[in-house]
């Protein structure tokens, strides 16, 4: 989105008996209630999500998919509400191609369906057995096996592809996921005549996104390391799979 503190008073775009309706009723309670109703949705998405969300359950996956499904959808509702024209709706489609919700649903119907190829990639990943001194000592012998040369990044040689995808589809999944509802948020508080200064949704949004994306890398490994036993005696240690 992009925020702005001017209230609408002729909403155009949209047709005509729809920017009627909406322009008559964003002054009363129609208002309190799309926001009562989204923050409600968003705490649904929430418990789908977060509920025991490093345990394999029956359906992890649909709940993951489906709590990220409900956060686009609420997304979609309060940027139609508040600019049903897309006149301040902040997507590069939009805003610098003039695009119009033809662009935008097709964008984010594809981002969604990205988000559920990485949660039933990473759900579907087994971690392999790997005798470890630390969660880097994993880290490094999953992707580069015993005699890995010690490093801190993520350089481009390496050859196990099935666990590189895994994890990152986890890291990305769990960073998309975390940073949605900021720009929900962001038209909330638009919604509810709240204009903090400092509050930027692509800005957040994006940090949010990296903080999650590279916290949830070290829970990757952390996972992998503490499944195999943790740190064992060094004859004991044997080659990774």
Known sequence: MNESPESVSIIGGADGPTAVFLAGKMGDGFKTGIIIFVTAMLILAAVM?????GVKTKYRFI???????????????????????????????????GFGWGALFTANLLGFLLVVLMAWNFNRYEYPRIPSKSVFDYYMKLFYGENYKPSWFWFKFCKRFRPMFALVSYAAY??????????????LLHMAGIYPFWFSSTKIAGVVYVAVAFGCIYKWARDGYKLSGGCVPEAEKGGGR
Request: proline fraction near 6%; charged fraction near 15%; charge should be positive.
């Open 174 to 187: 769990w960073g998309l996921t975390a940073g949605a509802p900021v720009f929900v948020i962001g038209w």
């Open 49 to 53: 999500v977060l509920w025991k969300p």
């Open 63 to 97: 709940r993951l998919s489906a709590g990220n499904l409900l956060i686009h959808l609420m997304d979609g509702l309060v940027t139609f509400v508040n600019t049903p024209d897309l006149a301040r709706e902040g997507n590069i489609l939009v805003s610098r191609f």
